[in-house]
């Protein structure tokens, strides 16, 4: 089996690169090796920062999530690992994040990107796509939500060659 390159577009130019490198200390390995154990898996961040605060949890795939709030309207940044099983077999991890992020009064959020095609060295293109959406409570200490990202890897005559698609990742975070 081909060795296929993730793009950079998957990974969205969405991340700090401050925040990415804290989401590799907190999970413990580097985020391109299998999922991490059980016996290590963090607790949730507690932190506040700035005028905003940080909310920290766990997705169903068990890596780290956090979510920075600029304000009750506005996440700041949200950071999490996930894991893309690939239809060929195997899988990718990777970081992923978004910024920036309108909250409804109501407390929920939705955001989307893609597919955004990204041509290869090789001829090849990687088309990514992905999702980010949730609610808070009422006093926004807690939120919930789900994660998904994919990726569908074409040849050069535009022929599916292979698909991760992390399907909806469950994620909650509270402060």
């Known amino acids: 089996m081909q060795t296929q390159r993730f793009p950079a577009g998957l990974r969205r130019a969405r991340l700090a ?82 910024s920036d992020v309108r909250v409804s009064k109501r407390g929920r959020f939705a955001v989307e990107f893609g597919p955004e095609p990204e041509q290869q060295d090789d001829g090849t293109t990687v088309e990514s796509e992905g999702t980010f959406s949730g609610r808070f409570n009422k006093s926004r200490t807690r939120a919930s939500g789900t994660w998904s990202l994919k990726g569908t890897f074409r040849d050069a005559a535009g022929t599916v060659t292979d698909t991760c698609d992390s399907g909806p990742v469950d994620w909650t975070a509270k402060d």
């Open 17 to 98: 690169g401050a925040v990415a490198l804290a989401m590799a200390a907190l999970i413990g390995a580097p985020l391109a090796t299998a999922a991490p154990r059980h016996d290590a898996t963090p607790s949730p961040v507690i932190l506040q920062l700035g005028g905003g605060s940080v909310l920290g949890g766990l997705t169903s795939q068990e890596f780290p999530v956090m979510i920075e709030m600029r304000s009750p309207r506005r996440i700041a940044e949200a950071v999490t690992a996930i894991r893309l099983p690939c239809e060929t077999g195997g899988f990718y991890t990777i970081a992923d994040g978004w």
